[in-house]
C-alpha cells in the first residue's frame, strides 16, 4: 500500500487526504486555543461596537494599571532571579560537589513534584509556615522574641508573593539546568587545567559562557511563570494586592475598570509580557544546544 | 571548601523546602487546642462541598484524559507517519498552552462561547462542562502531546502500520490494537499528569462558575483557620501519588522492552 519511506514521495493526487488525518486536532485547536486568544487579541483594538480604536492600549497607560503592571514585572523578575541562583547553586552541588550519589534522583523527583504544586495549597501552605501564627513566625516569637511583622515582613506583599513562588521557580530552574550542567564535558576542564587555568578562570571562560543561554533562557521561562501565576495570589492576598492577573480576574468577574474592552487590553498585555519571555527562552534554547548534547 | 558551599546550598534548600511542607501538615493537626489530632481531616472529609468538588473534578479529569488520548495519539501517530514536515508546527502549538496565560485562555472562551455567540457552551450547564473540559485538555496539551510523542520515537511507527496494513488492518485497528499498546506507557505518564494539573486546577473552574475543587479550597482558604491546611496536605499527597506513579509506570517499562 502506501510507502514508508520518507524518501518516497507518494502520488501527488492523494497528497490532501494526508491533512485530514490532523482535521480534529487543527479543529479543537483552532475553536479552543487559537481564536479565543485572537478574540482577546482582536479586542483590545476594538471598541464596543466594533470599529478599530486604540483608546483600549492607551487605557492600560493609567497609573493603576501600570502600577499593577509594574508590580508583576517586579515579582516576576524578583522569583526569576532568586530561582535562578538558589536552582543553579543547589543543581551545581548535586552535579559538582561531590556530595552522596544518592541525593541526585530524590532531589530531582521531589524537583517534579513541588514544579507542580502551585496554584491555591502552595498559598495555604506558606500561610500555615509564615503566616502571623505560622510556624516560623511562631518559632521566631516564642524563642527569640523576633516579630517578623514588626520588621515588617508580610506574607501578603512583594517580597511574601516572591518567596512563596520560590517554592516552584527553584524545581523548575533544577529540572531544566541539571541536564545543562550534566552537558559539560570533562574533557574541557581537563583541557583548561593543562593550559594552566585555575578552577575560577575555566568558570568564568569556559563553563559560563557555555552555560549563559541556558541560563538567560532559563530565567526568561521562569519569569513567565511567575507572570502568569494567579490562583497562589489570590489564595495569599485575596485581592489585596493588586497585581495584573489579579486585576484581570476581578475584571472578568465583574467589570471592575468599567470598560470590558479594557480587559482585552489588560489581557493582550500579559499575552505580549509572556510571549516575548518564551521567545527569548526559546532562541536562548536553541542556541544553547549547540554545545550541550 | 566546595564540598562545604555545595552541603550549604543543599541544605538551605531543603530547609526551604521542607519548612512549608511541615508547616502545612503540622498546622492541619493542630484544630484540637493544647494537642495534635486529626479533627481538620474529619471536618474536610465529612464536609458535602469537598465530596461533592472532588468528585466534580475527578469525573473532569478522567474525562479529560480520555478525550486527550483520543485527541493527541492519533495526531502524533499522523503527523510522525504522513506529515513528518507539519511536526515542528504542530510541536509548537501545544507548547502555546504553557505562553498564554490560562486566565487569557478563559477569557477568550466567556467572550467566545457566551449565551449569544453561534456555540453558546456557557449557556448550559453540560455545555459548560464540556468547555471546561476542553480547557483542562488545553492546559495538558503540552505535557500530553510530548509524552505520547516521545513514547512514539521508541518504536518504528512506519514497519508496525505497513505490516498491520499488509495483514488488512484498518486505520482504527491498528490505532488500537498496535499504537496505542505500544506507547501505553507514555500515555499514562501523560494521563496522570493531567490529572494532577485538572485536580488543583483553579482560575478556569471559578471563572467558568463549575464546582470543582480548585475554587472549593479557595473559598474554604478565606472562611477557614485549619481545614485549608489539610486540603493541602491532601492536595500535595496527590501531586505526589500521581507523579509516583509516573515514576513507577516509566521504570515498569525500562524493565520490559518493547515489543516490536
Known sequence: MSSAKPDASPPARRLPLHWLGILPFAAFVTLFLLLPTMK????????????????????????SILAAYWISIKISIASALLGCLI????????????????????????????SNFAGVPLAFAFLATLGPVGIVTVFLRSNFGFDLRMLGFNLLSFWGLTITYLFFQIPLMILIITPALD????????????????????????????LLPSLLGTLALLFANAFGAVATAIALTGSSLSIVPILLFAQIRGDVLGNPHLGYALAFGMIVVTGIANAIYIWLRSRSERWLK | MKKIWAWGALVFGLLYFTLPLIGMTNFSLKMRRGEY???????????????????????????????????????????RLKLPRLR?????????????????????????YNTSSWLPLTGSLTGTNILLMFGYATLALPYMYRAVDTGLRTIDVATLTEAAQSLGAGW??????????NVLVAVLSGAFLTFAIV?????????????????????LGANRAYEPAALAVIAFGITWGCLGLIQLVSRFQKSAPPKA
Open chain 1, 87 to 114: 536552582g543553579f547553586a543547589m543543581a551545581s552541588a548535586i552535579v559538582f560537589g561531590g556530595l552522596p550519589k544518592g541525593i541526585r534522583g530524590p532531589l530531582l523527583t521531589f524537583s517534579g513534584v513541588a
Open chain 2, 37 to 79: 489530632s486529626f479533627d481538620a481531616y474529619q471536618k474536610v472529609f465529612a464536609d458535602p462541598r469537598f465530596q461533592e468538588t472532588f468528585t466534580y473534578s475527578v469525573m473532569q479529569a478522567l474525562f479529560t484524559i480520555v478525550f486527550g488520548v483520543l485527541l493527541v495519539v492519533p495526531t502524533a501517530y499522523w503527523v
Open chain 2, 172 to 181: 482504527a485497528t491498528i490505532l488500537a490494537k498496535i499504537i496505542l499498546p
Open chain 1, 40 to 63: 482577546i487579541v482582536v479586542g483590545a483594538f476594538q471598541t464596543p461596537e466594533g470599529g478599530f480604536t486604540l483608546a483600549n492600549i492607551r487605557g492600560l497607560f493609567t497609573p
Open chain 2, 199 to 219: 485536580i488543583g486546577e483553579f482560575t478556569m473552574a471559578a471563572l467558568l462558575n463549575r464546582p470543582a475543587f480548585g475554587p472549593y479550597m479557595q473559598l
Open chain 1, 183 to 210: 552537558g559539560l564535558k570533562r574533557e574541557w576542564r581537563e583541557a583548561a587545567e593543562i593550559l594552566g587555568a585555575t578552577g575560577l578562570q575555566y568558570w568564568r571562560m569556559v563553563a559560563f559562557p557555555i
Open chain 2, 88 to 112: 515542528p508546527v504542530v510541536e509548537f502549538i501545544t507548547l502555546l498552552p504553557l505562553v498564554i496565560p490560562a486566565i487569557v485562555i478563559v477569557f477568550g472562551y466567556i467572550r467566545l
